[in-house]
């Protein structure tokens, strides 16, 4: 790898840790779609799916009775060594329930896109899971697991939503919008990204309370309630089953940044993470951009990993 493409990774590395911010929610949310456990003796959901009327506020979008589904044409496809439980749903179905949350969740059709489907049975967790990986209408490709950092960087680049369910009631598990990072991207300029390289460098041997000051973004908004109260309908989209009971802020992270008179980094937008727990008890992490209150993730697979599971040792497991 020569150093210019050797320096832009490093580039994009530091631009999407500082997107993503909390690195515990992050690395979990990965976690979370990517692993699973079995679960038997339930029964799959009904197709197709009710509508869902929220009423809402200063939200992107909600679910109603005038927003249903449109009819939606996917290419499917199986990621590699993907092989279904005797219980779980079809990778269709899946696919066909992940293409109605998404629409419930961000409003948006995904039809004509390629969506690659993973099943995912790990001992970690409770429940199996069908894992989506929504691709652009041209990103056709299959990619293995000897891919490239190239061809995997590609993947990355083309994927416009993710979405986990369990894999054989079909409930919602996990889901997320990758659009706001690209658009982010872009929106960089040289600048900007040469001072966010400078300021995290060794060099400037920057202190945690710096790092983390800007990472932040700084206080949690004036009109905290407007932002409680889009949380909560977010998630009751989510967990359209169950009522939600409590919505609180739990951490901010910075996504995009500008320089001001004197050349300093300053912070123009951010994310507001929330925990959000419904009647059952379980607990949602979801992340909404604070200009606009938009959704970008919502995670729940951490009420299912299996209680004392250690993943430290040469033999993770319980205890």
Request: charged share 20%.
């Amino acid at each position: 790898m020569n150093k210019k493409k050797y320096n832009e990774l490093i580039k994009v590395a530091i631009v999407s840790t500082l997107c993503l911010g909390l690195f515990a929610v992050a690395f979990a949310g990965v976690n979370q779609i990517t692993l699973a456990a079995a679960t038997e003796g339930t029964q799959p959901l009904p197709l197709p799916l009710p509508a869902v009327n929220i009423p809402a506020a200063n939200v992107v979008y909600a679910a109603s009775a005038e927003n249903q589904k449109p009819d939606m044409a996917m290419n499917i496809i199986l990621g590699p060594d993907t092989l279904p439980g005797i219980n779980a749903i079809s990778p269709e179905t899946a696919a066909e329930i992940g293409a109605r949350y998404i629409w419930d969740m961000f409003g948006e059709s995904i039809d004509g896109t390629t969506v690659k489907m993973f099943y995912s049975n790990h001992p970690a967790f409770t429940r199996a899971s069908w894992i989506g990986r929504v691709l652009e209408p041209e990103a056709s490709f299959t990619i293995g697991r000897n891919a490239s950092l190239d061809e995997r960087m590609q993947m990355h680049n083309s994927t416009l939503f993710t979405f986990s369910i369990d894999a054989v009631t079909g409930e919602r598990i996990d889901i997320s919008t990758h659009s706001h990072w690209a658009e982010i991207s872009k929106a960089m300029t040289e600048e900007i990204r040469n001072a966010l390289d400078e300021f995290f460098s060794p060099s400037q041997r920057r202190t945690t309370e710096e790092a983390i000051a800007l990472r932040s973004g700084g206080a949690p908004p004036a009109q905290l309630d407007g932002y409680i109260k889009a949380a909560r309908e977010h998630a009751q989209r989510h967990f359209h089953a169950t009522e939600v009971i409590s919505a609180e802020l739990k951490n901010i992270n910075a996504l995009t940044f500008a320089l001001d008179e004197n050349g300093n980094l300053i912070v123009t937008d951010r994310q507001l993470i929330f925990e959000v727990t419904d009647s059952t008890g379980r607990v949602a992490d979801i992340a909404i951009i604070e200009s606009t209150k938009q959704l970008i993730w919502l995670h729940t697979g951490s009420n299912d990993i299996v209680p004392g599971w250690n993943y430290v040792g040469e033999e993770p497991g319980l205890g």
